[in-house]
């Protein structure tokens, strides 16, 4: 940010980076509970619809990154505001549509039947409560 305000960029300009920077961390605190909610997902069509979504947050995700990691000699300062901007509100999307999906996927219960004798049945739990929390609280 500091090198861009020395390219005669102001304040206001830069913080676009601060958004994206949470964003990204965002997306992978989201992944993150994706892979064990897909894990848990009966196999059917809504779940292979789920995982190519959290693929595309994948890669999504990667190239925010990259994005970020750039140094501003490479590129120019403006069309790398422009790139990183349109990228992560494609993020947003992406993590808007998977927690939709795991409302819809949690309101049909749609878990496969699982042994509760399972020792991390206790962490699956919390998962599960805390996607269920996570949607409701992103909706409402």
């Known amino acids: 940010m500091e090198q861009m305000q020395q390219q005669n960029m102001s304040w206001i300009e830069v913080q676009f980076l601060n958004k994206a920077i949470d964003i990204l961390c965002q997306c992978r605190r989201t992944l993150m509970y994706?892979?064990?909610?897909?894990?848990?997902?009966?196999?059917?069509n809504q779940s292979i619809i789920f995982e190519d979504n959290q693929q595309?947050?994948?890669?999504?995700?990667?190239?925010?990154?990259e994005f970020l990691e750039r140094d501003l000699d490479q590129e120019h300062v403006e069309t790398l505001k422009q790139k990183v901007q349109d990228?992560?509100?494609i993020v947003e999307i992406i993590v808007d549509?998977?927690?939709?999906?795991?409302?819809?996927?949690?309101k049909k219960r749609a878990f496969s039947s699982m042994d509760w004798s399972i020792p991390n049945m206790?962490?699956?739990?919390?998962?599960?409560?805390?996607?269920?929390?996570?949607?409701?609280?992103?909706?409402y």
């Open 56 to 65: 595309d947050l994948e890669i999504a995700t990667e190239q925010l990154s």
């Open 97 to 106: 549509v998977l927690y939709r999906t795991m409302t819809d996927v949690i």
């Open 87 to 89: 990228k992560y509100r």
């Open 34 to 44: 994706t892979y064990v909610f897909a894990f848990y997902l009966n196999k059917n």
């Open 122 to 139: 206790h962490t699956f739990k919390k998962i599960k409560v805390w996607t269920f929390w996570s949607c409701i609280d992103r909706f």
